[in-house]
């Protein structure tokens, strides 16, 4: 608690709580130049064991974050933690991500190109965090391929759960769920639900899934933002944090003119996690 107060004054408006019972926190950090070029999200859950016995898990978010980027950075954080055993670590681990953005703003690197494709374009920079969250830790795998070629027609209809819809400022989110166990029921389902005009209608249906897949061990799982930029990476998140597989989850949302800026995630997920409780 005294670590969360410490950062939270520390880093003012850059640190975020995204879930407090889950101990779930976001932060902002750049380059500290006048208009920073590189900026990175890091997202923690602090599990029980904190700091005596565990580790923080984290994912390190930024569109331009890929490949040997990520696992020298990743490589970094583990070495700071296996060198300060049992201690509070995240002021260590968010300097250490501010001194490599430094040093990537100060050579020669082209600065990232980030585009937007939500509809919904925030003006205050403090938003861009949000937009641009992309979980990277656990890859997504692709899927698209095997749906177009199954057969669709030996596949069972799953029953579909819808939940209560939020409403704010004239914009209506609400979540649909199903239980899936194939790719091929992923897609019936997709279809069934498109097949309600108000459904179809929607500004954006955000979707993730996850299958486990006992044979391999590995989770089968792909998300989509349907032109809300990082939504569905961040639904696909929330259900790896809240350790669900075998389900589909889509959030329908339709627009009403007002901009919401990052309240849109948060009833987004809001109504993912309380159709995942029912």
Excluded at 75 to 104: A, C, F, M, P, T
Excluded at 170 to 178: C, K
Excluded at 185 to 212: F, W
Aim: overall charge negative; aromatic content about 8%; charged content about 30%.
């Amino acid at each position: 608690i005294d670590e969360i107060e410490a950062l939270s004054s520390i880093y003012g408006e850059d640190w975020c709580v995204v879930d407090e019972d889950e101990k779930i926190y976001c932060i902002k950090i750049s380059d500290c130049l006048d208009q920073p070029k590189w900026t990175l999200c890091l997202q923690v859950v602090l599990p029980p064991g904190y700091p005596a016995a565990e580790p923080p898990i984290y994912q390190l978010n930024a569109p331009w974050l890929r490949g040997q980027d990520y696992m020298e950075l990743a490589n970094s954080l583990e070495e700071i933690y296996v060198q300060n055993l049992g201690e509070s670590i995240l002021y260590l681990w968010v300097e250490k991500i501010r001194e490599v953005l430094i040093e990537k703003a100060q050579s020669s690197d082209p600065e990232p190109d980030i585009k937007k494709t939500s509809e919904e374009v925030d003006e205050d920079d403090e938003d861009d965090f949000l937009l641009d969250y992309q979980p990277i830790q656990e890859e997504p795998i692709k899927i698209v391929d095997y749906i177009t070629s199954e057969s669709q027609e030996d596949e069972e209809l799953p029953s579909i759960h819808h939940g209560t819809p939020i409403t704010d400022r004239r914009s209506t989110f609400q979540a649909h769920l199903a239980p899936v166990v194939t790719p091929g029921q992923v897609k019936r389902v997709l279809e069934k639900l498109y097949e309600n005009k108000k459904i179809a209608s929607a500004t954006h249906n955000i979707y993730a899934y996850r299958i486990y897949c006992e044979d391999k061990q590995t989770f089968l799982q792909d998300c989509e933002d349907d032109g809300e930029t990082a939504a569905g990476g961040r639904l696909l998140h929330l259900m790896q944090i809240l350790n669900v597989h075998n389900v589909l989850v889509v959030v329908s949302r339709w627009y009403g003119g007002i901009l919401l800026g990052p309240d849109r995630f948060k009833h987004i997920n809001n109504c993912a996690r309380n159709i995942l409780v029912e």
